[in-house]
């Protein structure tokens, strides 16, 4: 499936921004999607197509992409907000993948 | 409300063929308006896309899992399926499934809703 670099942990204090970055080849052409993980949950949609949130979604989460990397932004995180964080992508050739995933800490 | 029920053999045997179908409620799968998608995550460890599947039969399917896997769509019960075969330790996971959506520029197909996971050991 098609390869997405992320960082393996992000950590920050409450009311901190917290950015969580995914890198990719087809980046540029192809949009990114965020779902955030919480222990034992199913994974949650919080961006799609790049800067789009899906109705619930708190403000505070915003997405960008520029070039080969997308960013997930979390504006004053929550201790709430804990748990991993998955890019989603797709490649030139229609293979779909996640990336490694992003475990933010917010204490 | 749109919900995803994942069911099947919670063990598998290596070499055999892992089943497993996933319940549709709120919505038609027939619609003509989603995709139905399989992802499995293995414990402590990140999610794997498995494959897409249409209600027309057209698929997409991870290359690393192509020539092990089958997806199927049953309209008359609301149903998707998922079957792989020759299973082995490595496949054991909790398995998603979940709607999928085309984005606008009709290019990727993104997961919108979830069901709750199945967890499935591979082991004799």
């Known amino acids: 499936s098609y390869e997405l670099t992320q960082p393996p942990s992000v950590s920050v204090s409450p009311g901190q921004t917290a950015r969580i970055t995914c890198s990719g080849d087809a980046l540029p052409q192809k949009y990114a999607y965020w779902y955030q993980q919480k222990s034992g949950q199913a994974p949650v949609l919080v961006i799609y197509?790049?800067?789009k949130r899906p109705s619930g979604i708190p403000e505070r989460f915003s997405g960008s992409s520029s070039g080969t990397m997308a960013t997930l932004t979390i504006s004053g995180a929550q201790v709430e907000d804990e748990g991993d964080y998955y890019c989603?992508?797709?490649?030139?050739?229609?293979?779909?993948?996640f990336g490694g995933g992003t475990t933010l800490t917010v204490l | 409300q749109v919900q995803l029920q994942e069911s099947g053999p919670g063990l598998v045997k290596p070499s055999q063929t892992l089943s497993l179908t996933c319940t549709v409620s709120?919505?038609?799968?027939?619609?003509?308006?989603?995709?139905w998608t399989w992802i499995r995550q293995p414990a402590g460890k990140g999610l794997e896309w498995i494959g897409h599947v249409y209600t027309s039969g057209s698929t997409f399917y991870n290359p690393s899992l192509k020539s092990r896997v089958t997806t199927s769509v049953d309209t008359s019960k609301n149903q998707f399926s998922l079957k792989l075969s020759s299973v082995t330790a490595a496949d054991t996971a909790v398995y998603y499934c979940?709607?999928?959506?085309?984005?606008?520029?009709?290019?990727?197909?993104?997961?919108?809703?979830w069901g709750n996971g199945t967890t499935v050991t591979v082991s004799s």
């Open positions: 197509e790049d800067t």
């Open positions: 979940a709607r999928g959506l085309r984005d606008t520029a009709m290019v990727t197909v993104y997961m919108d809703v």
């Open positions: 709120g919505v038609s799968i027939s619609s003509g308006s989603y995709f």
């Open positions: 989603y992508s797709t490649d030139s050739s229609s293979n779909h993948g």
